[in-house]
């Protein structure tokens, strides 16, 4: 069988990712954006809940001078009015260029061909449609994308690589803080005054769609309020 270029392409880019998470494990963060920067350039995003900024904030000062980073952002029909605020206001105050991505169907037609409220019957399915595929489809154009994963969020994201391969994607995936603590967030906001959700501040640690989003109690950890009592901990856009 006769391999293709395509094939070629992703071997070596899949390479590259391997080899990089081994040789910056220990970078900084900054460290980690300039090396996406300037690997990838225009083909590499930012993707960004509107929980904070300080990703989409870190790549802004990685990227070569005049470039605006893309940060995309999934516009699901279910975020709380402070998620589109705080969209609204990294949009206008930060250097970078937010790209909205909405899912196929709307909230009513969803409702529509589905029936009503589809996160409480088979979360799964609504987060494959309205987070999954709208950013499968807003990431064709790149060959690397950025997250703000941390390995102390949840047992889930323990071994999150602060480079790696998204085998899913065929695409570089870059966490730059995977090795951040919540105290060293909390640092970088202050010390850069970065946008964050209001939600944070009134009892949120993560903060997703509102009708499958709760307050997190004292001792929890950081994604326990996220579809909680349904025994799911992730959407599907990070395995």
Known sequence: MTTTQEER??????????????????ASALEILTWAAGTFGKRFCVT?????????????????????????????????????????????????????LTPRLTVAEQDAQYGPKLHDRDPDLCCAMRKVQPLEEGLEGYRAWATGLRRDESPT??????????????????????RWTQDDVDAYVAEHGVLTNPLLTDGYASVGCAPCTRRVLEGEDARAGRWAGRGKTECGLHG
Not at 82 to 94: L, N, S
């Open 9 to 26: 392409d992703t071997e070596e880019l899949k390479a590259l990712a391997e080899q990089a998470g081994r040789e910056l494990e220990d």
């Open 48 to 100: 960004s809940s509107m929980e904070d900024a300080v990703v989409a904030h870190l790549a802004s000062r990685a990227m070569p001078g005049g470039t605006k980073v893309d940060v995309i952002f999934l516009d699901t029909g279910y975020h709380f009015e402070e998620t589109i605020g705080t969209r609204d206001a990294v949009d206008a105050v930060m250097d970078v260029n937010v790209i909205t």
């Open 157 to 178: 994201r323990a071994n999150t690589p602060v480079v790696g391969w998204d085998e899913k994607r065929q695409k570089v995936k870059i966490s730059p803080i995977a």
